[in-house]
């Protein structure tokens, strides 16, 4: 059981925030509402972990203490706080914690968190790396930013979901890194991609050839997490192109900001755009591969 007396609602409940909110109802969290755009999602969520289906996320504010927001992108976070009314989460702010788990622009991270400390609230982003099994066993990686007093009261539950908790500093910074991160990862995704489809189209043995990169300079995590999906073309999404997609344009629009030119970043963003386009942007980022094996390229064939 957890020493925390806060009650936990959650709004949305995809696959990244479905898991978190059964890792804590696990741990003896008190949680107390779901919502999200997809009521088919909201009814399964609260009927397993009985708690209320929220109609609204105001809701979920009126009946919690702090309310963990996972959701796609800038604009729907925005949205959740876009007025002081009946539905925003602006109107029960007074207060109560909101830890913002989402992969945003650090602007929207500042505005959001300037919207909630005007109403008297509380705000800490806890940006996230890992995937949706480690979302399940509470093993993230969370990189947090705000006021040392959002990060000191929200610790407890962090640590239930992560198994490093890293504060970065005050808000907008984390994230920057999360950005960073995911632009590294995306890049090192997309050429490992290229390095098997080379392989391939020159005949050798793409388990012997990852067996060689695993042991030299072409190592990477994401070698372990993709590359045996790449060469089976099994591509069931943990992490989407369309994410991946969002997330270097993000670091892309700082570079910008810094006066900096990424090539290699901006050619991953193009790729992972040409799957968008190509309909596959709900596959997982491994399915960069498409793009890059020649029997694959501009085949109708759905991968797995």
Known sequence: MTESTDRIGFVGVGRMGANMARCLHDRGFELTSVYDLDATAVAHVATELRVHPARTPAEVADRSSVIITVVSDDTAMRSLFSAIDKTSLLGNARGRLFVNCATLSPKTHHDIGALISDQGGLCLEACMAGSITQARQGTLYLMCGGTPEAFARA?????????????????????????????????????????????????????????????????????????????????????SAAHAAKDSAIALDLAKQAGLSLPVAQATLTQYRRLIALGKGELDKSAVAELTFLDRAGSSEAPH
């Open 155 to 239: 610790k407890v539950i962090l640590d239930a979901l992560g198994t490093t908790v890293q504060y970065v500093g005050q808000t907008g910074e984390a994230a920057k890194v999360k950005a960073l991160v995911n632009m590294v990862m995306n890049s090192n995704t997309a050429a490992l991609a290229e390095g098997l489809g080379l392989g391939a189209a020159l005949g050798l043995d793409l388990r012997l050839l990852r067996e060689v990169f695993a042991q030299t300079g072409a190592a990477s995590r994401v070698l372990e997490t993709d590359g045996d999906d790449m060469q089976q073309r099994a591509h069931d999404c943990y992490f």
